[in-house]
């Protein structure tokens, strides 16, 4: 994805209903990092556990990988292939069972946090890969294509 400016959600998912992500991607502007978070629950209490990594750079491309490890209950956000950050899950995960959200969030039932960036090659797993898979990916690339 490359950022362009703003608070950005790249992906998320929720429930129908959209009190909370059960996940979310995204480009946090109060701390000008990339981030990656889980809710506790989809109710709409503000409870929620955030990794925040290296600080993000507008107008370039970056590859980004939010891993949730259920064993050890950890968040961890790569950023170009490197661990950028890890943290311990506060709550206990919900499976949110609502569509996947690209470029957005559904959140207390409004659509919000709109990407201004360029996102490309999205891709989710049903595990949590591991460290050699993450740095196995092929982030270096830009795409073959725009959209406008």
Do not use: C
């Amino acid at each position: 994805m490359q950022l362009l400016d703003n608070n950005s959600t790249f992906v998320s998912q929720s429930d129908s209903a959209g009190n909370a992500n059960a996940y979310q991607l995204y480009y946090s502007s109060g701390s000008q990092k990339w981030a990656f978070s889980r809710h506790n629950d989809d109710t709409t209490s503000t409870d929620f556990t955030a990794v925040y990594g290296s600080k993000a750079t507008t107008g370039t491309w970056t590859h980004l990988v939010g891993v949730y490890d259920g064993p050890t209950n950890t968040l961890n956000l790569y950023v170009n292939g490197t661990l950028t950050a890890t943290k311990t899950f506060a709550g206990t995960p919900w499976n949110a069972t609502g569509p996947v959200q690209i470029g957005r969030r559904l959140y207390q039932g409004t659509y919000g946090e709109y990407a201004n960036a360029d996102i490309s090659n999205v891709q989710l797993y049903n595990t949590a890969l591991p460290p050699s898979e993450v740095s196995a990916l092929d982030y270096d690339q830009t795409p073959y294509t725009q959209l406008s």
